[in-house]
């Protein structure tokens, strides 16, 4: 089946700065699209979601940009702090299929 | 309860013998997932209870695995016969129905086979 993949396996970025977080889907019939935060120990935390007819979506300091055209998506952190360090993973589903997710990112926040 | 519940936790079984991973997902929530997350991968699908409809068993990775809920509410995912192989963090997550919501998650059962 199709599946959800992610650019970079791993991203440190100095406390203060932005982080941006991408991934990539392969199937074009994806309508949902969300970001979930994993911290040691604990189960994924919903931090976002966008829907197809869409294209950016804000949240409290987070921030998720859809392209269908080239199938991206990506999670922007702005003023990033030590709390945001975890694992980020996207996921896609295509209607009322189970979402399918990435393997993750790790981001590590340098104090 | 405010939450998706599991249970237990932790769980360290011997190979071979069969283990139970329950579930108690947010009430009134009718969609039910399993996923399986193995250290340092992403989430694996198992299973998908929506409503009184079939299961969606699709992702179940051998017939050693199964899973069923009961009234509407909680899971219990059963493996029988467990391998090595099955050492993962069992994930259970549970939406208001099957389409355009996002999932909450447990916190997970850690299943080590020894």
């Known amino acids: 089946g199709e599946s959800v993949g992610l650019h970079l396996p791993t991203l440190s970025v100095q406390e203060g700065d932005n982080s941006i977080i991408n991934c990539a889907y392969s199937?074009?019939?994806?309508?949902?699209f969300i970001w979930y935060k994993q911290e040691s120990g604990k189960g994924p935390q919903f931090i976002i979601d966008?829907?197809?007819?869409?294209d950016k979506r804000q949240g409290q300091r987070v921030t998720v940009l859809l392209n269908k055209t080239v199938k991206h998506l990506s999670l922007q952190i702005a003023a990033t702090q030590p709390g945001d360090s975890a694992v980020y993973f996207c996921?896609?589903?295509?209607?009322?299929?189970?979402?399918?997710f990435g393997k993750g990112t790790r981001l590590s926040v340098i104090a | 309860g405010a939450g998706v519940s599991q249970s237990p936790s932790n769980k360290v079984t011997e190979k071979g013998k069969d283990v139970e991973l329950r579930c108690d997902p947010i009430?009134?929530?009718?969609?039910l997932y399993w996923y399986r997350q193995s250290l340092g991968q992403g989430l694996e699908f198992l299973i998908y209870?929506?409503?009184?409809?079939?299961?969606?068993k699709s992702g179940l990775p051998s017939d050693r695995f199964s899973a069923e809920r009961t009234g509407g509410s909680v899971s219990t995912l059963t493996i029988q016969r467990t391998q090595q192989e099955d050492s993962a963090v069992y994930l259970c997550?549970?939406?208001?129905?099957?389409?355009?919501?996002?999932?909450?998650f447990g916190s997970g059962t850690r299943l080590t086979v020894v």
């Open positions: 997550a549970s939406s208001l129905d099957g389409a355009g919501y996002g999932y909450t």
């Open positions: 199937n074009s019939a994806s309508d949902y």
């Open positions: 966008i829907r197809s007819n869409m």
């Open positions: 996921a896609d589903r295509s209607g009322n299929t189970p979402l399918v």
């Open positions: 009430s009134g929530h009718t969609a």
């Open positions: 209870f929506q409503g009184n409809s079939a299961p969606d």
